[in-house]
Nanobody, 124 residues
């Protein structure tokens, strides 16, 4: 089992930047990839960014250029930086991990473990 805990969310202003953290514990050696998803009120969950075991990164087209995903293997932590925050970025941001060697990083069902999420509220 792998446990994921997100942190770094909160109330921010339009135009601000934010860094979210996803700390993993447990059998982290089985992780082959981690992704950040978000879900706003009344909206479907959507992929924000993903990173695989080799460090290759993937971004949603909607947020490409404003987000960066990175990992610190020494801390078993994956980060998501979001720049130029907009009101429509308001959502619960959750990280997820997969044990699969081959998976579609865009699909939530590819991931085996999920954190509880951290709320990001962007105020204008």
């Amino acid at each position: 089992q792998v446990q994921l805990v997100e942190s770094g969310g909160g109330l921010v202003q339009v135009g601000d930047s934010l860094r979210l953290s996803c700390a993993a514990s447990g059998r982290t050696s089985t992780n082959n990839g981690v992704a950040w998803f978000r879900q706003g009120s009344g909206r479907e969950r959507e992929l924000v960014a993903a990173i695989n075991w080799s460090g290759m990164t993937f971004y949603s087209l909607a947020m490409m250029g404003r987000v960066a995903i990175s990992s610190d293997d020494t801390k078993n932590t994956v980060y998501l930086e979001i720049d130029s925050l907009r009101s429509e970025d308001t959502a619960v941001y959750s990280c997820a991990a997969t044990r699969s060697g081959r998976y579609d990083y865009r699909k939530a069902e590819s991931y085996d473990f999920w954190g509880r999420g951290t709320q990001v509220t962007v105020s204008s």
